[in-house]
């Protein structure tokens, strides 16, 4: 174990010090060029990619790269997701662009990152079809960026672009590199990985291969981090991991999930702790009565069901019931009455009959899921499911959908209603992105609420009367202003 912190130590000043070394280049080209070079950065996928990419940013901002909200820029990265094959296909229409964009621009840098780059076809595909692409790498290195960045500066004598091009894939890594730059996207709340990896292996997923085995950072690791944010004014962390009931499981000594939110908790400062994703069968009873008793854990939980049927659940190696996943939900309800809940649920699975279906539509009505995120099943190469008979017919999967997504809508709206006319506690986000003379707040619950109020609000937690429900909002009024 000491071991592996040393070599992370270690690591982490030989990358501090190659950001110093890239800052030195980048300062003196702008006292010559006076013009500071640009970055932009596409995200696809989850909010592991999104903590990811704050990382990339915090590197390039500390190089002295700015930020910009074009592709016409310097540097574009795109980090990349695989979890369906839509993603993957996004990818590839963009780049053809980028192409062009290069054309005009030689001396631009394309990075691809990501979940996509840890499959070997995708990255010969990216070989051979844009050969103009400078750097790849992908979800277990991402700290070496500045590094690769040199590499690529060093290398252009190739005759061929191609040539150029610098690709540093790991399969698997144990390492985890603390206290590299970061780049924040808002001031008062942050996203805190405390779980890399999953174990899971469900039959339809791609991301155990593409993200690796699970490593849960050290609890003194994530303490001080989350002290050091709320001492930067944070108000708010989102603990992220792709299974987080499965945290400290490998650390030595063993922790719970719990016993973490438990000490996250006594940070002072921190008024708001959400998390995500749990994983119905690692969600414990300590975990629920630590929530129930909690003053600052938010209450939103969001528990991927995929699908109602006991049957498919086996076969997607989900490792619980249908009667299990209830029987989880009437206990957290029992400790947080007020939670809102929702979920991920997969339609199409292969060998998803009519009844299977109907066991999700009966899930979705006993639980009256707050929202749902919802997905026709994607074969993914190299999953057991890829290989399973009685793939579903692409028309009978997508009239599956259409009926979830009218029973989802039905329960999100009446879930919806549950707070009208109440006064709650809003962390004020942002102005609102359609109507700039509106703010836009989150409740506990993760519902969104618009106001009229002062800019000034914006990183608070103010208290909000909510007028009307929207169905998937509200509108409100600050409770001292006129309601
Ligand atoms: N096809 C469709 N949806 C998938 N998910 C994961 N893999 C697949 C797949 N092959 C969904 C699951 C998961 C969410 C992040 O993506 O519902 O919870
Ligand atoms: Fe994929 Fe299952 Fe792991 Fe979630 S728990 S990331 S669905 S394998």
Known sequence: MKNIDNTNEIEAKKQLNIINELKE?????????????????????????????????????????????????????????????????????RLGYLGMLKKKNPDMLIAICGCMMQETTAVEKIKRSYPFVDIIFGTHNIFKLAQLIRTRLDNNNGSKQSERMVIDLWKDTDMIVENLPNDRKYPFKAGVNIIFGCNNFCSYCIVPYVRGRERSRNLEDILAEIKLLADDGVIEVMLLGQNVNSYGKNLNPQISFASLLQEIEKVNGIERIRFMTSHPKDLSQELIDVMGASKKICKHLHLPLQSGSSRLLKIMNRKYTKEDYLDLVARIRKSVPDISITTDIIVGFPGETEEDFMETMDVVKKVGFDSAFTFLYSKRTGTPAATMDDQVEEEIAKERFNRLLDAISESSAKAAGRDEHSVVDVLVEEVNSQNDSLLTGRLSNNMLVHFEGDRDLIGKIIPVYLKESKGFYYIGTPVDGEY
């Open 25 to 93: 280049r980048y300062d003196s080209e702008y006292v010559r060029t006076g013009r500071r070079k640009t970055y932009h950065i596409e995200t696809f996928g989850c909010q592991m990619n999104s903590r990811d990419s704050e990382k990339i940013s915090g590197i390039l901002k500390q190089i002295g790269y700015i930020e910009t909200d074009t592709e016409d820029a310097d540097f574009v990265l795109y980090n990349t997701c695989t979890v369906r094959e839509n993603a993957n296909n996004r990818v590839y229409g």
